[in-house]
């Protein structure tokens, strides 16, 4: 399922977006549940009614962890490199 010129309707903490891209339309309603859930957590652990700063704090929540993802793939990423070159030492002798 794609999404149409005029984009598909989601529902992020009780307000109706219609959200344009290039991906399928599952996946933009994956997107938006994820919003819509950290959007959630956040209002039932705070105190601020706010929805600008329920919205703000989940960007920050979830861009921490999209950080922090980033970072452990590059650790990852690191540790295969020095393994593929302790092997191709290793091979070479």
Same mark, same amino acid.
Request: avoid cysteine; proline fraction near 0%.
């Given at each position: 399922?794609t ?5 598909i /309707? +989601?529902e $992020?903490?009780?307000?109706?977006y219609r959200?344009k891209?290039d991906?399928? %339309?599952?996946?933009?309603? *994956?997107?938006a549940?994820? +919003?819509d #859930?950290?959007?959630? *957590?956040i @209002?039932?652990a705070?105190?601020t009614?706010? +929805? %600008?700063?329920i %919205? $703000?704090?989940a960007? +920050?929540?979830?861009?921490? #962890? ?5 970072? %452990?793939r #590059?650790? @990852?990423?690191? /540790?295969?490199?020095?393994?593929l /070159? *302790?092997a191709?030492e290793n091979g *070479?002798?």
């Amino acid at each position: 399922m794609t999404v149409s010129k005029n984009g598909i /309707k +989601v529902e $992020i903490f009780g307000t109706e977006y219609r959200i344009k891209g290039d991906a399928n %339309a599952d996946y933009i309603k *994956q997107v938006a549940g994820l +919003v819509d #859930e950290r959007m959630r *957590q956040i @209002a039932d652990a705070s105190v601020t009614g706010s +929805v %600008a700063k329920i %919205a $703000i704090l989940a960007a +920050v929540n979830i861009a921490d #962890e999209l950080l922090k993802e980033r970072l %452990a793939r #590059e650790s @990852a990423m690191d /540790k295969l490199s020095e393994r593929l /070159k *302790q092997a191709e030492e290793n091979g *070479q002798e």
